[in-house]
């Protein structure tokens, strides 16, 4: 999920959780596979500077093999935030 400083929301799922994810109230944009996701995800990213990260929503899984911290274009910057 993108939280804008403006107060849309943007929610990343699968297609498989799409009709629950309509209910949110966010724009829903739906991925087949995780690639998919991925290029979403970089798309809307795409000129951001500062982006934070809830990290108490991260799991394990998402932290290991391939999962990254990717800083395409320099300049970028990470915030973690315990409590979200």
Request: hydrophobic share 30%; proline share 0%; with cysteine.
């Given at each position: 999920m993108i939280l804008w400083p403006d107060g849309r929301s943007q929610l990343f799922?699968?297609?498989?959780e799409e009709t629950s994810a309509l209910t949110s109230?966010?724009?829903?944009?739906?991925?087949?596979?995780s690639t998919e996701r991925d290029r979403m995800?970089?798309?809307?990213?795409k000129g951001v500077e500062r982006v934070g990260i809830c990290g108490a929503g991260l799991t394990y899984r998402m932290l290991?093999?391939?999962a990254q911290v990717d800083r395409r274009g320099g300049g970028g910057h990470l915030e973690g935030g315990?409590?979200?």
């Open positions: 799922t699968s297609f498989l109230g966010s724009e829903v944009k739906a991925y087949k596979k995800l970089e798309s809307a990213l290991q093999g391939d315990g409590g979200c």
